[in-house]
T-cell receptor, first 110, second 113 residues
Framework: DQQVKQNSPSLSVQEGRISILNCDYT??????FLWYKKYPAEGPTFLIS?????DKNEDGRFTVFLNKSAKHLSLHIVPSQPGDSAVYFC?????????FGTGTSLTVIP | DAEITQSPRHKITETGRQVTLACHQT?????MFWYRQDLGHGLRLIHY???????NKGEVSDGYSVSRSNTEDLPLTLESAASSQTSVYFC????????????FGPGTRLTVL
């Protein structure tokens, strides 16, 4: 049973606009959440993370929001750039094991 | 620079053959992981290790084995390859600790005919 879900397989956004990628989880024991970015033929690369004690973490154009009551996190990219086009995976952990979502393919249209 | 590498990058094999995928990291990380990526499933954990001589089963461990004889390497073995094991395999490592992230290798694309 998928403990981390990304219900949107794909998303298209105009360059300069905001991209919002969503992720839901079911396990209330998860205490650390991450977003990874993946280009074709490469391994996933770490993008941004958030601890369960916070509800927001920012790093440049990327912001992750965590709503623990809804078991929901989102990644905002502002402004979106063509180089942001990739597959984005959210992940959650409790201890040393990580659980990944199925990914959302983001296309930023120039 | 420290890194994590996988070899081979591409492999084609036949059903029933034994296959070993290599993973090597130079960060001196304690924790190492193997995942497979399939369409509609995302990344699923196969096996993981918290240190030398330690191995643990993940979500989809059937048909796979690992061994950890040193800190740097965690080879993944398919004892008798099956077509269902056609996938892209990623190795990852992590120092350890609640907020440490995982760093991934470039992946191995395995095709079992």
């Amino acid at each position: 049973d998928q403990q981390v879900k990304q219900n949107s397989p794909s998303l298209s956004v105009q360059e300069g606009r905001i991209s919002i990628l969503n992720c839901d989880y079911t396990n209330s024991m998860f205490d650390y959440f991450l977003w990874y970015k993946k280009y074709p033929a490469e391994g996933p690369t770490f993008l941004i993370s958030i601890s369960s004690i916070k509800d927001k973490n920012e790093d440049g154009r990327f912001t992750v929001f965590l709503n623990k009551s809804a078991k929901h996190l989102s990644l905002h990219i502002v402004p979106s750039q063509p180089g942001d086009s990739a597959v984005y995976f959210c992940a959650a952990s409790a201890g040393n094991q990580f659980y990944f979502g199925t990914g959302t393919s983001l296309t930023v249209i120039p | 620079d420290a890194e994590i590498t996988q070899s081979p990058r591409h492999k084609i094999t036949e059903t029933g053959r034994q296959v070993t995928l290599a993973c090597h990291q130079t960060w001196n990380h304690n924790n190492m992981f193997w995942y497979r990526q399939d369409l509609g499933h995302g990344l699923r954990l196969i096996h993981y290790s918290y240190g030398v001589q330690d191995t643990n089963k993940g979500e989809v461990s059937d048909g796979y084995s690992v061994s950890r004889s040193n800190t740097e390497d965690l080879p993944l073995t398919l004892e008798s390859a099956a077509s269902s094991q056609t996938s892209v395999y990623f190795c990852a490592s992590r120092l350890g600790g609640d907020t440490d992230t995982q760093y991934f290798g470039p992946g191995t694309r395995l095709t079992v005919l």
